[in-house]
């Protein structure tokens, strides 16, 4: 007889963006014709810049002919995207990585999700709350996080992200192995400093401990004070993997461009102690489950570095980010305490009641969603989260139809 992994019994019914979509669609279905603006899921709405498009366009030409046609890719990504992403997103800030440790892929929540596959089944996970879910729900999967009891897992490490502590959570004070961390943060939006950071950096290499630092949204920091990646802390290459994504960069997320670092210095250990090198096993790990990324992706990707399409992505963002202004304003001048949307595309609102009836709430009587703060962790409950990605012209009639349903 065919057996299940039990431990997928384990996991809460739904993906929360499944569960919103189910319930965006059941809505829609009782109410035709409902001109309803998305605020929920961080999907980016405004098209790919032309750089990208062009490069994308040659390359699919190439792809026609037979003299450039090109079959299987290297399994790591070409050299001509891991080049650049290693001269304008580390060598530039002072980080020393090589184009050698940067894998390329499909996207940071596939990276995110499969790089615990590399790692031993009892070590310690400490997961962030509230939390980008998927984090949480592979180690499920796997079978490390134990039973759930009042909305958490017996085994899981759970770092408190609230308002006492500026949503930065610090390292504790015993001992875990894998750490997941994520700045500029979803869902809250709030960033951490070098000096915190380096606090982390210093508790993984004083326990043997793992980081694994999601910088999805590193493109949205405008405070140059803030890291943008993990290694411009000093040591951090040899206790972090980091994970970064075209998607909300540059308008990647139907595309799919992504890529992880995994600098050759970072080390874990077998059960005899001996250190072992991540980079290999992650090699081994994707170049058996994974064949790259396409050609005329990876060129598109290799676009935005170029002047023009540097300056179109800033272009991109910037919009993007005075929506997220606007929205943390709006929701302020509303009597709701809000964080996030200064570097971040997300704002995170106090709502001053349960997150899934504030969602509900909205999406009644405004046709507006957003994400409930609970779907992120026990941390969220009381909270939603707002997106920045849409319309400045849908975002300013979302507030609009906001302040009529709150005041
Ligand atoms: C989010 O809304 O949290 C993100 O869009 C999810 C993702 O990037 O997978």
Known sequence: MIRINENFLKLRPSYLFSEISRRL?????????????RLGIGDVTRPLPRACIDAFHKAVDEMARQDTFRGYGPEQGYLFLREKIAEFDYRSRGADIDADEIFISDGAKSDTANIQEIFSQDVRVAIPDPVY???LDTNVMAGRAGDMTDGRYSNIAYLDATPDNGFVPTPPDGQVDLVYLCYPNNPTGAVITKERLAQW???ARRNKALILYDAAYEAFIRDDDLPRTIYEIEGATEVAIEFRSFSKTAGFTGTRCAFTVVPKECTAYDSALRPHSLHGLWMRRQSTKMNGVSYPVQRA??????????AQVKELIDGYMENASLIRSSMEDLGLPSTGGENSPYIWVETGMDSWDFFDMLLEKAHVVCTPGEGFGRCGRGFVRISAFNSRQNVELA???IRKVLS
Do not use: M
């Open 25 to 37: 669609a059941a809505f829609q279905d009782s109410h035709k014709g409902a001109s309803i603006i």
């Open 133 to 135: 879910p998927v984090y």
């Open 201 to 203: 950096v210093d508790y």
């Open 301 to 310: 990707a290799e676009a935005v570095y170029t002047p023009e399409g540097r």
């Open 399 to 401: 507030i609009d139809r």
